[in-house]
């Protein structure tokens, strides 16, 4: 009897492991045609049902149904990423605390209803096109400096942290936090998209700056990357894993930032070419020759005009190719290098080198380039015209080489674009306006642009990240089997494709004509 019984048991566990075996999937990647499509649940009933549950964690205050939420959850007029009809939330939710995130991505995971998530709404990709439905979660509550550790340099912040407030309360200590992407950007998005800036060349990016995260998973779990420490080898890098992720892989709740002290006598120049390939080439030289500068920015002659029209700067700019300078250290060392950078302006070429009068005009000339894109905008001809943003970056030896080439580019397209960058990191963009009967024609001068830069080594993208737009250079750039990693990874942290389905990696196959003859 014993042994029947013993056999019974080892036929029972042999079948299980068996069919265990079946349902494994043991490759490394995920090929798109072994991806399983998204089984979400939008119907109305599981919505409203579902409704009710968030109002038991937020309260209805902190729900939106409104028309205009919703449209402005779902897309902006400066992403290049024109919002289908349908792309949108059928609610905004208003979280207040990690705990909050947890129970609504918990309702989610049982309901199936697609998220994604939303902090300053600057992403310029289409990163939070609800392409799914589903909800948008904003971040907006959660809006709090938890704790600056001043000896350590380090601040704990909660996602819906602006940037620029965020170094508001920072100089009161002498402090500083360098990531400086779009006017209104916040921690949670900057992180999602791990962005960067004019200060990136002296400090590097949002991946530097990030001690440790505290994420939300799509099945409301709870994780927290990393203690204080300034550096770690415990395993995997979750940190990094999740900056840069644009959302698809977990929520960012809270997170432990890095922050410097405060540069002092900064100085800033403005310096200008004949030609864009001759400031592109002073870049080249001064990167060279290893001036540690704070900051390079250029901007061509279509966006000086756009800046200098649109009246933002006390200044008036003369409309040719230019680069800002930004200098910082002691005054000896801000001395030293500014005539370094002057004589290789000089030598590239340069007609003009002109310092702002003081901090006022320094700031001003500085914000003048963040704001490049609204002065972009203001030359929209009528509500119909469109800004499409586009950002590349390659190795520096080829700057001079693809802004020459894609200036004369957009030249022959017939339609406005400027020119404008982070160069002495090899990362620029192009600022174009277009109208619906123009878009293909912008389309093109984009994609070649993108082409140009990875047939030069360099990325699609060198900050504003993937979101829908850029997914199909991703096999270009980086080969398919990443692209198929990546996509594992993507279903590892999320099977069910909750967060931010369809952004960075396809889970299924684009229809005919939706991708671009390469
Ligand atoms: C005028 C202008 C200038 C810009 N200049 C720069 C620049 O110099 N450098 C640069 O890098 N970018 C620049 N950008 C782009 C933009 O500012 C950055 O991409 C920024 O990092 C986005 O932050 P956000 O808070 O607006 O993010 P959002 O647009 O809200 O979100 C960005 C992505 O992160 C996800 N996300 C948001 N919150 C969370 C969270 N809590 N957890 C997980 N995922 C989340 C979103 O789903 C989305 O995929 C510019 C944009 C504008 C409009
Ligand atoms: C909704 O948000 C407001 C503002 O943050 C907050 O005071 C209120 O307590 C929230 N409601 C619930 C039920 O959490
Ligand atoms: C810049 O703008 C000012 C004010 O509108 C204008 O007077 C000036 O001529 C412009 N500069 C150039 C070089 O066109």
């Not at 200098?327 to 030293?336: H, L, M, N, Q």
Request: charged letters at 25%; one cysteine or more; a negative charge.
């Amino acid at each position: 009897m014993m042994s029947v019984a013993f056999l019974g048991i080892g036929w029972f566990l042999a079948d299980y492991i068996r069919g265990q075996g079946k349902q494994v999937d043991t490759g490394s990647t995920m090929p798109l045609s072994q991806a399983i499509p998204p089984q979400h649940d939008t119907s109305p009933t599981n919505l409203q049902a579902a409704w009710a549950d968030f109002k038991a964690v937020v309260g209805e205050e902190n729900i939106s149904t409104t028309d205009d939420d919703l449209t402005s959850h779902a897309g902006s007029e400066w992403s290049s990423y024109p919002s289908l009809p349908g792309d949108r939330p059928f609610a905004v939710i208003k979280p207040g605390s990690t705990e909050d995130v947890s129970k609504i991505m918990k309702i989610c995971h049982k309901r199936r209803i697609p998220v994604t998530a939303y902090s300053g709404g600057t992403s310029l990709e289409g990163h939070f096109a609800a392409t799914r439905g589903g909800i948008c979660i904003d971040f907006s509550r959660m809006d709090k400096i938890f704790k600056l550790n001043k000896e350590d340099l380090d601040v704990v912040v909660q996602p819906a942290v602006g940037w620029e407030s965020l170094n508001e309360e920072l100089a009161e200590q002498q402090l500083f936090f360098p990531p400086d992407p779009g006017p209104g950007a916040m921690i949670g998005g900057m992180i999602g998209t791990g962005c960067s800036g004019t200060n990136a060349y002296r400090y590097g990016t949002m991946k530097d700056w990030v001690l440790s995260l505290t994420v939300v998973m799509a099945d409301g779990t709870v994780v927290k990357t990393k203690q204080r420490p300034r550096k770690s080898s415990a395993g995997y890098d979750l940190t990094r894993t999740f900056i840069g992720s644009e959302g698809t892989l977990g929520l960012v709740t809270e997170a432990v930032l890095k922050v410097t002290p405060l540069p002092q006598n900064t100085r800033v120049a403005v310096c200008t070419f004949p030609t864009i390939r001759t400031a592109a080439d002073c870049v080249f030289s001064v990167v060279g020759a290893g001036v540690p500068i704070a900051a390079i920015e250029i901007l061509d002659d279509v966006q000086m005009r756009c800046i200098n029209d649109s009246g933002t700067t006390r200044r008036s700019w003369q409309e040719v190719p230019t680069l800002f300078f930004k200098f910082s250290g002691t005054p000896t060392a801000v001395k030293e290098h500014i005539s370094m950078v002057q004589g290789l302006a000089k030598r590239s070429g340069s007609k003009t080198f002109e310092f702002a009068k003081n901090k006022e005009e320094g700031d001003e000339l500085w914000s003048a380039r963040k704001e490049a894109l609204w002065s972009v905008m203001a030359k929209k001809r009528d509500a119909s015209d469109h800004v499409w943003t586009t950002d590349v970056a390659v190795p520096i030896s080829r700057l001079a080489d693809i802004i020459g080439e894609t200036k004369d580019d957009i030249s022959k397209s017939g339609l406005v674009g400027s020119i404008v960058g982070h160069v002495g990191d090899g990362n620029f963009h192009a600022i174009i306006l277009y109208n619906d009967a123009e878009h293909d024609v912008a389309d093109r001068v984009v994609h070649r642009m993108v082409k140009r830069a990875i047939e030069m080594e360099g990325t699609a993208t060198g900050e504003h990240g993937v979101g829908i737009v850029k997914r199909d250079y991703l096999p270009h750039e980086i080969g398919q089997e990443a692209v198929d990693l990546m996509r594992k990874m993507k279903q590892a942290f999320d099977p069910l494709c909750l967060l931010n389905c369809d952004k960075i990696v396809r889970v299924q196959q684009p229809k005919p004509g939706e991708v671009q003859e390469w």
